[in-house]
């Protein structure tokens, strides 16, 4: 019994200094405009996802899985898990395409990796999916945000006050019209998520298709970025273009 405790606890101590001895990623120097960009084109470095799953093809980062192997994980960006305090204000741009006619993501920001295994990010989350039924709300992925769903609609400018209380009142385009502006399956998208404060905004193609204010109890300051593989389909989708441009706290 004393030899097993000691030799779990010799286990114990190297897988700690094993974790210390790992080198922090730190954050790509920004280019003279402050943009940082996030992928290389050419390979995976800087980033860490299941394995068999995520790949770059056509100098584009893809996400493929078949149904019956699929999993809810995402592909995290290591210099925001080694550095989740840096990224709470920032303009988040990209593409996504999505490949195929089912399949569901989307882009995590100021999140929380709440399943180390499984490199599952919960918390706020740039909806993407194959139907165009949620492409363009905020979603509280995992319940990381305090179980709340989806939190701003398209077509929406969504409040939570600070007793964690919902409201909500029509963009200046319906929830119709901002759609149109989302390209079918097999077209790249562009997008731009603003994060500053209590205030997120998220575009898609030039139009805002959803405005949120979190001054909930509840609120994600800041946290990880990772791209996300949703379970139940069979599906592929690409990213490409990722860069981010932090901004000073005001």
């Known amino acids: 019994m004393t030899r097993v405790f000691t ?41 860490e996802g299941l394995e068999g799953y995520w790949s770059v093809v056509d100098g ?37 395409k999505m490949v195929t006619p089912e399949g569901n993501s989307g882009v995590q920001i100021r999140g929380k990796i709440d399943n180390a295994k499984m490199l599952h990010v919960g918390g706020y989350q740039a909806d993407i999916d194959a139907g165009n039924g949620y492409t363009g709300i905020i979603y509280d992925e995992g319940g990381v945000a305090g179980g709340r769903g989806i ?30 502006a989302i390209k079918p399956v097999g077209e790249w998208n562009e997008c731009v998520v603003h994060a500053e404060g209590n205030h997120i905004v998220y575009s898609i193609n030039g139009q805002v298709t959803t405005d949120l204010t979190d001054d909930s109890p509840k609120a994600c300051k800041s946290g990880v970025i990772g791209l996300q593989m ?3 389909f069979t599906m592929t989708i690409q990213f490409k273009d990722l860069r981010i441009k932090l901004l000073e706290k005001k």
């Open 60 to 96: 584009a980062i893809q996400c493929s899985e078949q149904k019956a192997t699929s999993k809810q994980s995402d592909l995290i960006l290591l210099c925001s898990k080694d550095n989740p305090e840096k990224f709470a204000d920032f303009e988040l741009r990209y593409s996504w």
């Open 151 to 180: 939190m701003s609609k398209r077509g929406e400018k969504t409040v939570w006050d600070a007793e964690n209380k919902r409201s909500a009142t029509p963009l200046d385009k319906s929830d119709a019209d901002i759609k149109k």
């Open 7 to 47: 030799l779990t606890l010799f286990a114990l101590a190297a897988s700690v200094a094993l974790a210390q001895d790992k080198p922090k990623t730190e954050i790509p120097a920004a280019g003279a405009d402050g943009w940082i960009t996030l992928f290389n084109g050419k390979d995976l470095t800087g980033w």
């Open 230 to 232: 949703h379970g139940g």
